[in-house]
T-cell receptor, first 112, second 113 residues
Framework: GESVGLHLPTLSVQEGDNSIINCAYSNSASDYFIWYKQESGKGPQFIIDIRSNMDKRQGQRVTVLLNKTVKHLSLQIAATQPGDSAVYFCAESLQGAQKLVFGQGTRLTINP | NAGVTQTPKFQVLKTGQSMTLQCAQDMNHNSMYWYRQDPGMGLRLIYYSASEGTTDKGEVPNGYNVSRLNKREFSLRLESAAPSQTSVYFC????????????FGQGTRLTVV
């Protein structure tokens, strides 16, 4: 069945350090894997996605890595800033189904 | 730009009462979604609508109904509210071209007592 989960529920890093948030998925048929950021009291916000035929994609200060062999997805945030403090969700999409399935989330805290 | 607008923002219901959560988007998106988010949990898909005139069940549809009134609006109805439906409800929309980038509303915090 469809299932997206996360390894760690909380992560604390020092401001300026790099952070890595991990995610495991189970549906090999998913076309895209996506990362969302949710700040307190707000709806989730799209960060970056990666197609299933890719293994790496870079954005501004963020990199997503996809390892289909072990069904693992990660989000790397470079030089973390206080504004990066949020809950990060991975999600997967099956294009034909036009729907997104979300994982549990990881709370990232940036320490000054 | 308003994006995705949900009403109301907060609601308290008694068990057995009914209500409709409203959602509208102004981005001309084809797909719309309703999710619920419980404390410490991810978002679970209740229903979605891939295009005007179509609706499909998600992971947790029991106890809910939806209406895709037109391309802009997608409502979620609780016919007989139960305490287990206490949650934060999010509406979202996405274009057909890139349904990975969904735009979310601010959420409706619903408490059923």
């Amino acid at each position: 069945g469809e299932s997206v989960g996360l390894h760690l529920p909380t992560l604390s890093v020092q401001e300026g350090d790099n952070s890595i948030i991990n995610c495991a998925y189970s549906n090999s048929a998913s076309d895209y894997f996506i990362w969302y950021k949710q700040e307190s009291g707000k709806g989730p916000q799209f960060i970056i996605d990666i197609r299933s035929n890719m293994d790496k994609r870079q954005g501004q200060r963020v990199t997503v890595l996809l390892n289909k062999t072990v069904k693992h997805l990660s989000l790397q945030i470079a030089a973390t800033q206080p504004g990066d403090s949020a809950v990060y969700f991975c999600a997967e999409s099956l294009q034909g189904a036009q729907k997104l399935v979300f994982g549990q989330g990881t709370r990232l805290t940036i320490n000054p | 730009n308003a994006g995705v607008t949900q009403t109301p923002k907060f609601q308290v219901l008694k068990t057995g009462q009914s209500m409709t959560l409203q959602c509208a988007q102004d981005m001309n998106h084809n797909s719309m979604y309703w999710y619920r988010q419980d404390p410490g949990m991810g978002l679970r898909l209740i229903y979605y609508s891939a295009s005007e005139g179509t609706t499909d069940k998600g992971e947790v549809p029991n106890g809910y109904n939806v209406s895709r009134l037109n391309k802009r609006e997608f409502s979620l109805r609780l016919e007989s509210a139960a305490p287990s439906q206490t949650s934060v409800y999010f509406c979202a929309s996405s274009s057909r071209v890139s349904n990975t980038e969904a735009f979310f509303g601010q959420g409706t915090r619903l408490t059923v007592v």
